[in-house]
């Protein structure tokens, strides 16, 4: 359970639920059997939707690449090469790792999947420079340490996957622990806190913590 103001792209819906886009996201990895450094992008601080956050590389699935997990695989492939300029194999590069679904409570929402890809050994991350102005390895606990101390913006979603993937210390062992993993979809609940001091507050609860029901 965590309390925060609603960072980028975490506004409150006041009115009617809103129905989640389609969307996909890629951890890029490096490492092998020794380590594990994740690739995070900066959004430009000029995007209307978070940001200047750190983010995993991804976007929403486009119309013309279809439903399903198919659809989903694609439109990992094609933002991963738009926003860090890397290029899989295949789909069948990515490992399923997580689905994740903006609360109810939130007014931007995407049904997210998450992918696990090892990052090709002859390429470098590329950025364009204007929705996409950095790019940074780091190991899960840097990555969150760099956060708590205000170098980089975290939204909840990354700071939940990064405290995950801080668990193995390699991505040999991470790759073999997703493979055999069978994905949930997760859901968090927004609940605001009332009355609080400075301004908007919320409690963000996971399934199986107390007050999600």
Excluded at 23 to 52: C, N, Q, W, Y
Excluded at 74 to 79: F, S, T
């Amino acid at each position: 359970m965590a309390t925060h103001r609603p960072g980028p792209g975490e506004t409150l819906n006041r009115g009617p639920v809103t129905v989640p886009r389609q969307a996909a996201t890629v951890i890029v990895l490096r490492g092998g059997d020794r380590s594990l450094e994740v690739l995070l992008v900066k959004r430009t601080p000029h995007a209307r939707f978070m940001a200047g956050a750190w983010v995993f590389p991804g976007g929403s699935v486009s119309d013309a690449e279809g439903e399903g997990d198919i659809a989903h695989r694609a439109a990992a492939l094609r933002e991963l090469a738009e926003e860090a300029g890397i290029s899989l194999a295949g789909p069948e590069a990515l490992v399923a790792f997580s689905r994740w679904i903006t609360p109810a409570e939130v007014e931007i929402r995407f049904d997210t999947h998450f992918y696990l890809a090892a990052m090709p050994p002859d390429q470098e991350p590329v950025v364009d420079g204007e929705e996409i102005v950095e790019y940074g390895w780091f190991t899960p606990s840097s990555a969150l340490e760099a956060h708590r101390a205000g170098a980089i913006l975290l939204v909840f979603p990354t700071i939940k996957h990064l405290e995950q993937l801080d668990a193995f210390d390699s991505v040999t062992a991470l790759l073999a622990h997703a493979r055999g993993r069978i994905v949930e979809p997760v859901q968090p609940r927004v609940v605001p806190v009332a009355d609080s001091p400075g301004g908007e507050v919320a409690r963000i609860v996971l399934p199986g913590e107390p007050g999600y029901d």
